[in-house]
């Protein structure tokens, strides 16, 4: 009577079957093993991938590119650009302080492409989208992606010449970025928080302690603020909108700072097109700043 061998076509599929579960509970930074035939895994899927994607933005009304309301995207816009401008003179005045000579900071520029979010993946540590833009195209690692013209969706975390995978700020493993919330209108300076996601889609944590009159009062965010990109990691991406401020509260290490809990205005989920920012300066891509992605 012939026996079984020790590796049988059941027995392979049972292993299969084990090691896809295993993985798909793994953060992405445990991954790295099967990047050599992610992209190949991908470009094979990709066709059915879009078409599932594009039928669930239809069904979810995703997200548009732009502001759907033209004038209050403008003066978003605009708000962000001067945010921006001020957190760079206040950069540049502290820079001045401590040099008996310095130069003017050269603009920032970016080149903007525009390209599809074609699938999704989650896990219970994150949610990454696939945009059909790559290094092909001048995409670098840490380029940030934004939708409705200037609200911050994520960082692009991994790239193949013809997508990129962007981890939006809200997933567990984005890591901490520093943005700022300005007071009041008439505050140039703003407060400086480090935001963290807490992994229910808002980013929370604390913020510098700053005073100002001759009375030294405590500089206090409000609720509805709005908190700007200002991580020093991304010069070029200043001023971009991080989301509102929906709690504030007193920092159990040290009462006199704040503690706020951010959630950003974009869904995740129904992101149909994204735009991924690409910094000129030492970048040679052959993306077009204005095109739109296959």
Do not use: Y
Not at 145 to 152: E, I, K, N, Q
């Amino acid at each position: 009577m012939a026996t079984r061998g020790l590796i049988t076509s059941g027995r392979l599929l049972a292993a299969a079957v084990v090691v896809s579960l295993v993985c798909a509970f793994l953060p992405m930074r445990m991954l790295g093993w099967v990047t050599p035939v992610s992209g190949v895994v991908i470009r094979l899927v990709a066709p059915v991938s879009s078409l599932g994607k594009w039928l669930s933005d239809q069904a979810s009304r995703a997200e548009r590119e732009a502001h759907p309301d033209a004038e209050l995207g403008r003066f978003e816009e605009l708000e962000s650009l001067v945010r921006g401008q001020q957190m760079e003179i206040a950069e540049l005045r502290a820079t001045l302080d401590a040099l008996e000579q310095g130069d003017v900071l050269p603009e920032a520029r970016v080149r903007q492409l525009a390209g599809r979010v074609f699938a999704t993946a989650a896990s219970r540590a994150e949610r990454t989208l696939l945009v059909r833009r790559g290094s092909a195209d001048g995409v670098t690692l840490g380029s940030v992606a934004v939708v409705r013209g200037r609200h911050v969706l994520g960082v692009v975390s991994a790239v193949e010449p013809a997508f990129c995978v962007v981890t939006p700020t809200v997933s567990r493993d984005a890591g901490t970025l520093e943005a700022t919330v300005f007071a009041s209108d008439a505050d140039t300076e703003g407060v400086r928080f480090s935001l963290t996601p807490v992994g229910d889609g808002t980013l929370r944590g604390p913020g510098q302690f700053r005073t100002v009159g001759v009375d030294q009062r405590p500089v206090e965010v409000s609720l509805g603020a709005t908190a700007v990109l200002s991580d020093p990691a991304m010069p070029s991406h200043w001023g971009l909108f991080v989301g509102r401020v929906v709690a504030v509260d007193a920092d159990p290490a040290s009462p006199l700072r704040q503690v706020i809990t951010v959630r950003p205005e974009v869904d995740t989920r129904r992101v149909a097109r994204a735009v991924i920012r690409v910094p000129e300066s030492g970048n040679a891509g052959a993306g077009d700043a204005s095109g739109a992605g296959p």
